[in-house]
T-cell receptor
Framework: GAVVSQHPSWVICKSGTSVKIECRSLDFQATTMFWYRQFPKQSLMLMATSNEGSKATYEQGVEKDKFLINHASLTLSTLTVTSAHPEDSSFYIC???????????????FGQGTRLTVV | DAKTTQPPSMDCAEGRAANLPCNHSTISGNEYVYWYRQIHSQGPQYIIHGLKNNETNEMASLIITEDRKSSTLILPHATLRDTAVYYCIVFRGNTGTASKLTFGTGTRLQVTL
């Protein structure tokens, strides 16, 4: 079946550095991808919608200059956490919807997530 | 999209049926009920969805009340691997690939021996 893949699965970085997370749709084209963040014991919070060939749409309260999103192709979106700080430590998850698989909508596929730890 | 209410946690003995309720009293006519689950430190996994009829697949059954204000996800024979957080989401289907899913707090299901 369709798969969305994230890389890396986990990353540890020093405070002040930048980290890039990749999200790929492996067997379908995704004009739109979604980035979520999840803190321990909390639900997924949508950060932004990544649009192929255009600017991302950010949810209220999410700093677009800190969380840079690039969706340069139909199968790849990247999230770069710039100047990371310990409070950015979280579980980041991407998602893409593939049309036509299920009646009544589009099934959303999720990546396996990336655990970011900023030290 | 309509909000949902789920109990924060439930326990279930292995081999028994797990019945997870969800209230969505403000659901509108064109909104579907979707269920996802998230096993610890993994991305969410699609389980099932429905509009008004009961649905069944290889993973679970979905029972939607006639007034559509609530639903129940049934895992017929729960195993330890079903331990996860289960999210009930109501969503307008057929709105294209740009429509986003919004997650509530979900139900943490603990399956025990």
């Amino acid at each position: 079946g369709a798969v969305v893949s994230q890389h890396p699965s986990w990353v540890i970085c020093k405070s002040g550095t930048s980290v890039k997370i990749e999200c790929r749709s492996l067997d379908f084209q995704a004009t739109t991808m979604f980035w979520y963040r999840q803190f321990p014991k909390q639900s997924l919070m949508l950060m932004a919608t990544s649009n192929e060939g255009s600017k991302a749409t950010y949810e209220q309260g999410v700093e677009k200059d800190k969380f840079l999103i690039n969706h340069a192709s139909l199968t790849l979106s990247t999230l770069t956490v710039t100047s990371a700080h310990p409070e950015d430590s979280s579980f980041y998850i991407c998602s893409a919807r593939r049309p036509g698989l299920v009646v009544g909508g589009t099934e959303a596929f999720f990546g396996q997530g990336t655990r970011l730890t900023v030290v | 999209d309509a909000k949902t209410t789920q109990p924060p946690s439930m326990d279930c003995a292995e081999g028994r049926a797990a019945n997870l309720p969800c209230n969505h009293s403000t659901i509108s006519g064109n909104e579907y009920v979707y269920w996802y689950r998230q096993i610890h430190s993994q991305g969410p996994q699609y389980i099932i969805h429905g509009l008004k009829n009961n649905e069944t697949n290889e993973m679970a059954s979905l029972i939607i009340t006639e007034d559509r204000k609530s639903s129940t996800l049934i895992l017929p024979h729960a195993t330890l691997r079903d331990t996860a957080v289960y999210y009930c989401i109501v969503f307008r289907g057929n709105t294209g690939t740009a429509s986003k899913l919004t997650f509530g707090t979900g139900t943490r299901l603990q399956v025990t021996l």
